[in-house]
């Protein structure tokens, strides 16, 4: 394990996160809107979600707003749109979608929906050959490029297992794909003491090592990576700034009231709490 990374600080983590049920993991999956967006875009297109959503997820990134807003307006374009059943209509609607909310560095995420044309084609063909998350995870990378791109093709592969979820239907390998770490697993990666250092240079620096460590409580704590991203992403939305400001107990309190939320109270308020402390446990970097 890099030098980097606490290994006291994985099984604590860990330990109390092995406590949440499968049924809590679901209830964040269904209250987060990424996936209520997925679930309007499969309820009129059927199985072209899958091939909708991957292209969306892989220039879901240097966004103007937050990713929540972005993927429910996503989903709001899709509603009316007639479904397509080509690479290239599927490729037009999300060009039409980036002009419509002004996106940050249109040409470079055109150029990056063109590496991916020949997967989204066989997508829209067929998307049942890539319910082995595996299989479309390596395909992914194997298009955009594992250095640059790893957490891209992580966070498509994610988006695809929601399109799948929404469809009911099962997948395999789901514990093949990683954290797709962003800004916000940056900080709490940082916070939970797991890699102690700024967010910023875990996120700029250390991608594959924060990537690798939360592997690690992921295989301890019995939850998968991306599973495990929902449930700790959606209430770390807007703690970065009070985690900055040195107010470590307000942010653990607004966690771990977000926690209760989002899981539809399947996470009480002690576990709750008690995850909010190992997860927000230091700012000792900052």
Known sequence: MSKHVNASRIARVASVLRKVSSEALDAAEANDPQFQAVVTIAGRHGEAVVAIVVANAVVSYRLNMHGEEYWTMYGRFWSTRPTPTTADEVIKGVLEFMREVRVPVYEQKASRLRKVYDLISELIEDPRVFTDLELLYKRLVKSLGRNRYQ????????????????????????????????????????????????PDVIYTRLRDVAEQAWRRVSQDAMIPPVRLDTLLWLPARSIEPVVMKGLIGIARDEFAHKLVHVTLGRIDVKLADRIAEEILYTIEWL
């Open 151 to 198: 957490k891209t093709s992580a966070f498509a592969a994610k988006m695809a297992y929601y399109a799948f979820r929404a469809l009911d239907r099962e997948v395999t390998r789901l514990d093949a794909i990683p954290v797709p770490l962003d800004r916000r697993f940056a900080v709490l990666t940082a916070t939970s003491g797991i890699i102690p250092m700024h």
